[in-house]
């Protein structure tokens, strides 16, 4: 029996349907991917599972009793508590059950009356302690928070004090310990380095109950899911095999899909020309008839569509530089302390630089140091005096009430209303959506609508903190492509080997 299930679900915003009777199915233990471009209503259908949306039509039915974690329901956390105690408040109710415990011992041992009781309470409550592992719960925290990166001085640290990154990092290492028979997780690769990822993979793959992903991250899917939910068009289809079986299924299934469309648009053209010829006719016209009662009650096939619009960007650029575009000097980078030693570099101008190193490590600290938006320890760095820098930040703070245009338009008053919805279009960013708000958009329409002002300003110098979070692989595609063309110096901060590897010039690593 599934222990969730989507049944026939419609769900629109207003405009025109995003899901038109898309069903899943998860069974208890299956490894599960719910994949489609952005904006095909991937987050959409997790906010519906979860309840926070209610379908238009359709019903979203879970077995009674089972428990599931979804990854932003843990981002309401106090702030003020230690990111060590937000981990281990996962098994509050067994310490709590442990000190029930040792007080029963001090009870009994003080003599009290009935205190073969106290010991059978006792001894009763040791053994449920037992049987859920509770005396191995240091060494299972100590391997989560490891394989996602906590050092000992990030355990100490209140959660306001971690970066977003390693706070998004905490909520995913909660929603592990938890154990939960459903796993709901939109993007969970998001801010993890390539050793974290193998972490999570392995984690998930040896994960005993169920779990539903949504991930651009194909090596990733390919590696944890056996089960592919394809969204398209507003239906979902079921793909068993893993996500390499899937790309090679769909394909198959897309041409037949055109074929059957091309067969069906052939026979009723024949059959509307033979209605035509006879309908006038005595002899034939009971035919003509007959036909097109058949043709008036034929379920007809929608014309199969390449998914989603084009997308395209294109980085302005403003004028040359001289030879060496920034050069640092003995900079030490932080806050309270130096988290690198000094560095010691120079960018050629024009050239791409992969910038790595695990999370935490300091990589959008350097960022906001050489934008002078944090003051360095000590040292220093230079820009050529040509330069006009542009950064793209990965966490940048937006209001979610606002819609893609009128985030657009609060930056460029100036610009009509035909060019702001030019501007989204060109990324992918369709009308629809662009009056939609963006917290009710997906990760990487709310991601292209960041980028757009990078197509708007012209620079010499771009500064990209991990743009192709949430992004599909056509949209990273057209991200690879400009800023391949791009003239200028980039220094470009991803996780993602596959999409730097032949791209940039060089790397410089941060240890």
């Known amino acids: 029996m599934a222990i969730l299930e989507a049944i026939d679900v419609t769900f629109d915003y207003g405009d025109k349907p995003l899901l038109s009777g898309a069903s899943l199915k998860v069974n208890p233990g299956e490894h599960c991917a719910l994949v489609g471009i952005n904006g095909s209503g991937k987050s959409t259908m997790f906010q519906l599972l979860i309840g926070d949306l209610r379908p238009d039509k359709g019903e979203i039915r879970w077995e009674p009793h089972t428990t599931y974690a979804y990854l932003d329901q843990q981002m309401h956390v106090d702030m003020n508590v230690r990111a060590v105690e937000y981990f281990y408040g996962v098994y509050t109710d067994l310490f709590e059950k442990e000190k029930e415990m040792e007080s029963l011992y001090l009870q009994a041992a003080s003599g009290e009356a009935g205190y073969e009781k106290l010991l059978n309470?006792?001894?009763?409550?040791?053994?449920?302690?037992?049987?859920?592992?509770?005396?191995?719960?240091?060494?299972?925290?100590g391997s989560v928070v490891d394989g996602l990166g906590f050092s000992a001085e990030d355990l100490e640290k209140p959660m306001g004090l971690l970066s977003p990154g390693m706070r998004e990092k905490a909520f995913l290492g909660?929603?592990?310990?938890?154990?939960?028979?459903?796993?709901?997780?939109?993007?969970?690769?998001?801010?993890?380095?390539?050793?974290?990822?193998a972490f999570l993979t392995q984690y998930l793959k040896n994960y005993p109950k169920a779990f539903l992903l949504i991930s651009h991250d194909?090596?990733?899917?390919?590696?944890?899911?056996?089960?592919?939910?394809?969204?398209?068009?507003?239906?979902?289809?079921?793909?068993?095999?893993?996500?390499?079986?899937?790309?090679?299924?769909?394909?198959?299934?897309?041409?037949?899909?055109?074929?059957?469309?091309q067969a069906q648009q052939?026979?009723?053209?024949?059959?509307?020309?033979?209605?035509?010829?006879?309908?006038?006719?005595?002899?034939?016209?009971?035919?003509?008839k007959s036909r097109r009662a058949r043709l008036e009650h034929l379920e007809r096939l929608d014309a199969p569509s390449k998914e989603g619009g084009e997308v395209?960007?294109?980085?302005?650029?403003?004028?040359?530089?001289?030879?060496?575009?920034?050069?640092?000097?003995?900079?030490?980078?932080?806050?309270?302390?130096?988290?690198?030693?000094?560095?010691?570099?120079?960018?050629?101008?024009?050239?791409?630089?992969?910038?790595?190193?695990?999370?935490?490590?300091?990589?959008?600290?350097?960022?906001?140091?050489?934008?002078?938006?944090?003051?360095?320890?000590?040292?220093?760095?230079?820009?050529?005096?040509?330069?006009?820098?542009?950064?793209?930040?990965?966490?940048?703070?937006?209001?979610?009430?606002?819609?893609?245009?009128?985030?657009?338009?609060?930056?460029?008053?100036?610009?009509?209303?035909?060019?702001?919805?030019?501007?989204?279009?060109?990324?992918?960013?369709?009308?629809?959506?662009?009056?939609?708000r963006l917290r009710e958009l997906s990760g990487g329409e709310a991601a292209k609508t960041k980028l757009v002002p990078l197509t708007v300003e012209k620079s010499n110098f771009l500064l990209l903190d991990e743009?192709?979070?949430?992004?599909?692989?056509?949209?990273?595609?057209?991200?690879?492509?400009?800023?391949?063309?791009?003239?200028?110096?980039?220094?470009?901060?991803?996780?993602?080997?596959?999409?730097?590897?032949?791209?940039?010039?060089?790397?410089?690593r941060f240890n």
């Open 121 to 141: 309470r006792a001894e009763r409550i040791g053994d449920e302690l037992m049987e859920k592992d509770f005396y191995s719960l240091q060494s299972k925290v």
């Open 174 to 197: 909660k929603m592990l310990l938890e154990e939960k028979q459903v796993l709901l997780m939109d993007e969970p690769t998001n801010f993890l380095d390539p050793t974290q990822v």
């Open 218 to 261: 194909e090596a990733f899917l390919n590696d944890v899911a056996d089960v592919i939910f394809y969204l398209r068009a507003g239906r979902i289809s079921r793909y068993s095999g893993g996500y390499a079986h899937f790309l090679v299924q769909k394909e198959i299934d897309l041409a037949q899909a055109e074929k059957n469309y």
């Open 266 to 288: 052939r026979y009723i053209k024949k059959e509307e020309a033979f209605i035509a010829a006879h309908i006038v006719r005595a002899t034939s016209a009971k035919a003509a």
């Open 312 to 436: 395209h960007f294109r980085f302005p650029y403003s004028k040359g530089t001289g030879r060496i575009a920034l050069t640092v000097k003995d900079l030490e980078i932080g806050y309270d302390h130096a988290l690198l030693s000094p560095i010691n570099l120079e960018i050629p101008s024009g050239s791409k630089v992969a910038l790595l190193g695990h999370n935490g490590v300091g990589k959008t600290t350097f960022i906001r140091t050489i934008l002078s938006q944090i003051p360095p320890l000590s040292g220093n760095f230079y820009f050529h005096e040509n330069v006009d820098c542009l950064y793209f930040e990965q966490m940048v703070s937006i209001d979610l009430d606002m819609t893609p245009f009128e985030y657009i338009r609060s930056l460029y008053p100036d610009f009509d209303n035909t060019r702001v919805r030019s501007l989204l279009a060109s990324v992918g960013v369709k009308n629809e959506t662009a009056m939609r």
């Open 467 to 508: 743009p192709t979070n949430h992004l599909d692989k056509k949209a990273k595609d057209a991200l690879f492509e400009a800023i391949e063309e791009f003239p200028g110096t980039v220094i470009l901060v991803c996780h993602e080997k596959d999409f730097a590897d032949g791209l940039v010039d060089y790397e410089i």
